[in-house]
Structure formats: C-alpha cells, structure tokens
C-alpha cells in the first residue's frame, strides 16, 4: 500500500469529524499517545497570581501536539488546548515553538512562563513544578528493518543512537550506560537523518516517530521496538511559580472534557481500526495480499492453462468434426451408389429412420421425401403394412427373407426380395436393417420357365402316351406279319429260294421293328405310376441281371467280377434292367482279341454311391462319349454288332428318375467304364 494510500484512509476520521485533511503535511490521525486528564485534582487551586499574558515554550516539532504549518504556524493539539484556556481565562497566551533543546534552555534562562509537553526527569524534577500528566506516550527504538536484535536499551551498545537535543531519552540511556549519542535539534531532523541511512537506530517519542516516517515514506524501511519506557506529558513552571501552576491548573478546570476531547479527536482522529494497526498488522495485509496475488497469479496460470486445454480440445473436437463429416460423406456416397434399396426401421414401431437413393428410386419417391412403412407395403394383402411391420418385429427372432409384392408410387406392383436382419449400430437399442431388391425380371423368368415346363410336362406326357400306344398297337400288327411271313416262307421257301430270301430280309426288319417297338415301349414306360422304390439291395440285383445274362456270358467267355454292393432305395426291376443293359452292353462290345473282363464295384461318394460297371471292351472315341445316351444314336452298324439304340437312353432315364446321374469314362482299344450313382439310403 502506498504512502499516500494510507494516509488517505487515516483521513477518513477526520472527515467524520466535518474536517479536510489541511495538507500533506497536515498530522496523520495516528492515535500516538493514550490521552490521560489534565485535572489530576478534585477541586480546583485557588490562585493568587494575577497576570495578563502567558508566554508558553514548546517543542514545536512534536506532531501532532505541536508542529508547523507548511508557513510556519504552529498547530496541534497543545496550541489549539492553550487557545481555548486562553478564552476561558481571559489572559493572553503566547506560544514559543523551537527546537527542544533550545527551548528548554531558554525557558531556564528566564525566557518563558510555561514550559509544555515535558516528561519527569531527575534533573527537572529538582527545576521545574510538574503539572498532573495530560498524555501517556510511549518511546520505541526504531531501528533499520534490516537490523535485528533491537528490543531493549542493552541491545543498543555498538550502535550510534540518534537522539533529540534535550529529549529525556538521553537521560534514560545514560543511565543504561548508552552514550554513543548523536543529537539532532527535531525529531523531524532525526527522522530525515535515518532515513538517508545516516543513522540505523534513534530514539523518539512513537507519535512524532509514526507521524514523520509516514510523512517522510520510509515507515516500511524501519520497525519499532518494546517501549523502552513510557513517559508522561506535562507542562511545568519554575520550582518558585508555585501560584503560577495554581493560576494555570486552574484554567484547565474551565475546559471540559468534551471540549478536550473535541480537540484530540480533531487531531488524532477517532479510534479506526485501519489506524491502529501497527507493524504486525501491515505485515498480515501484506502477507494476504502476497497470498492473494499468488492465488490470483495461480488462478491466472490455471485459467491460461485451462484456455490452452480449451482450445486444444477445440482443435480437437473441430479436427474431430471435419473427419466425422468426411466419414459421413463417404459413407452417404457409398451408402447412396449400392444398388439395392436399404432402409433402417424401428424394430418396434417399423418407422423408416434412414434410407439410400436407391430405395427412393425404387418406389418411384423424391430423394428428400422421408419414407414410411405404408409407402412402400401399399401391396394387396398379404402384402400391406400390417403384414410388414409383423415381418419387422419377427426380426427379432432370427433374420428373415421374403419374397413382397411392393406397389410403386405410380400404382403399379412389382416382386422384391427382402432380407431383414436385426442390427444394433448404436446404443438406442436394436433396429432392422431391411435390403430391398427388384426380383421382376427374375419373377418373369422363374413363371416363364415354369409355363414351359408345364408346357413340356404336357408334352412329353403326351408323348409317352403316344409312344406307348404307338408301340403298343404296332405290336400286334408287326407280330402278324411275322407270322405270316414266316407262314410264306414255309409253303414257297422250298419252291423258289428266291422266295425265301425275301421272306428272311422281311421277317428279320420286322424283328428289327418289334425290338425298336419294344424298347419304344419300356422307354415310355419308366415314370409310369405305380413304379415305386423300395430298400433293394443292389447285390440282389445284379445276381438276377447276371442270371439273365447267363448264356451270353458263358458264349463270351467273360469273366464276372464283383464287389460287395450296397442297400439303395430304388425300383428293383429298373436296377436289374440297369445293370443287364450295362453288363449286356460290355459284351457286345467286346474286344474279341482279349478275353473279356467285367468289373463291378461301388463306392459311398458323399450322399451318392456310385456304381462302375467296367470292361475291357473295344472303347469308344471320347468324341462320342455324350451321344451314345442319345435315343437311337448307334456307333454300329445293325449289321456288324445287333442294336437298336435304345438300351443306354433307357439307362440314363432310370438313373435320373432314381435321382443320379450315368456317364462313361472311356479309351479306345482299352475298355470303358460306366458309372452311375444313386443316392445312398
Ligand atoms: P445298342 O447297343 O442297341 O446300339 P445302346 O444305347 O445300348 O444301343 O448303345 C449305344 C452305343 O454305344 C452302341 O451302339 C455302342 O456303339 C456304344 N456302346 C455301348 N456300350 C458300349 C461298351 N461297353 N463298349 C463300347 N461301346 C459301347
């Protein structure tokens, strides 16, 4: 706190009081002394002396009793008390302010009446007639604040003490044996002396030391010790103007108490607390304000160091933002370029809580029309909202797939596929993500395949009826001619052997004709209803397809090798006439330079067993190795190996009714190897 500062607050007082501080130099309110009474007596003296004028000698640098103006008057507490005595008791007083010393001199020397602001001393004590106390005042040592140690008149020795010319401080300290004494004529001179750091310790009276070491700005650079005594103010007379004290005590009886205190007041100020604070006192405000200043000056750091977070944080989170906005660019790009429509719903509720470009375009809508569930299931029932929202829920459960007649904006439906599936992308709990596909074209094909299929089940039914009633009515006839043929030969065969040629070529084509109408026959007969499949056991079978091969066998001189075989479930009589056509085939087709081997096995292939029937036959080209399963397609001619190129279309038929499949693996001049599968049981 600044000099000036403070001695502003000291003036709040005396504004209290009605007055203005009258200058810088004025007195500071500083309550220096413990004011005591001026009327130590119950009654007054009665006094003979008689005089007209008063002539009062007083230290006139002893703030704020009696000190100068900035022109020379003297003001303070004395000269306004010794004014008003002078109104009380009519006689003329004038003051004498000088340099302490001096003046005590002076008024030994006759010079005044009244000599004032005195303390006891041994020597006056034996000189003057002391008036009762009117100021109890105490007397530090102030010493340079880098000093320490000061307490008492002891820890003096080694310093030079500055001193008052004449003041009873020097008396005290002799006696203490302290008598390295500088003197100065005021305490304004001593004070200004230490405050040029000419001296480093002084005695002085507290209320004129506060008053310059403010006054002068230095208060911080020195402390104030104990008292080293406390002394008390008086004014006093020669030892032979006992009337003259009488005379003067008893003026002082015609100043009231609260005119005197009127007077202090106006010079010390009242009691502030900010006025009495001392050395300690400073010393906490200014330890507070260090604390606060380091707490605002931490506060300052914090505050800085929480903008710097802040706009770190910000950097951050803007970084943060311009990413999030990137990433939610390329995922509406991507998200809007997949080809399939794709709504999020509620999984409560069905609403349409996000959307692609697709799934507008798909039902014919703006891109910024938000979509509702009746939008887009505006179908015929079953395929309404109601039955949407149903198939939204049952996500729930599992994901679902369907096939959704959906109605396009303009009116017209069309067939999607939906995938549903539940799907938790965030933490409002689970929705559904439906994936919306047009299957029209899909649909169109699926029903025209299905219109052809039907068309060619028709078809083919109707060929089959058709071949059996062919082949079945060409029998009888084809028998006929046989017979009679047969019947020519015998009556004219022996006549003209030309005859009997003819009749041969013609019977044999018409035996050729009953075996292609025969096996026209069986052909058309493998769906036929009532052919059922059993638990057969394969072995079974081949034992009898054998036995009916028996002669061609032996005539071939085949040998016959087979592996255990398993249980499918098929129709008997065709895995007979499977294996009899297959086994049949490999002696046909015999190579007649090797003797004929044929080897039949199977093995569990998966969900299959799959039979081989294997020969060492004449082979066939790979070339034709797809069309041998071809209806009437021969590799031989009728006249070098008999056929009529029905037996392996007949064998593909019955393998796929059985639902397998037949192929050949073959080289030529090595044999061939059928296989066929039939699923296992
Ligand atoms: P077909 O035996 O009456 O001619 P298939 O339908 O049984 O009629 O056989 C068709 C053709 O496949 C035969 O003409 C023959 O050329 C060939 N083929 C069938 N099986 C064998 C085989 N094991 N070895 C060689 N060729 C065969």
Redesign the pocket.
Known sequence: MTQRRRLALLAVPFALVGLTLPSPAAPAAVPPAEAITLQPGAAPPQPTAKRLKLRVLLDDSYPPYTFRTPTGELQGILPDLWALWSKRTGIAVELVGGEWGDVQRRFNAGEGDVLDTAFHTAERDRLYLFSAPYAKIEVPIIFDSSLSGIRDAASLRGFTVGVKDGDACIEFLGKQGIDSLKRYPSYEAMIAAAARSEIRVACIDRPPATYYLLRMGVENRFRASPPLYSGEFHWVVRQSDEDLRDMVTAGFYRISARERQHITEHWLGEPLLLSRLDEKIWQRIGLALLMATLIGGLLLVWVATLRRQVAAKTRDLTSALANLSANEFRFRTLFDSINDAIFLHDIETGRVQLTNRRAHDLFGYEQTQALTLADISAGPPPFDSETALHWIRETANGPQMLEWLARHRDGRTFWIEVDLRRVVLDDTGPQVLAVLRDITERKESEEKLTRTIDALTRSNTDLERFAYAASHDLREPLTTLVRYAQLLERRFGERDPQIGDLVGIIVTAAKQMMRLVEGLLEFSQVDAAGRGFTLVEANRALTVALGYLDIAIQESGATVTASPLPMVGADEIQLIQLFQ?LIG??I??RDINRPLQIKISAQHDGDFWDFTIA?N????ESAYLDQ?FVIF????SHGT?P???????LCKRIVERHGGQLWAE?TPGIG?K?HFTLPAP
Do not use: E, M, P
């Open positions: 056509n085939n490999a046909k087709y020969d036959g004449i082979g066939i041998i397609k021969r590799l031989h190996i056929g009529v190129g029905i037996g392996l279309a073959s061939t059928f």
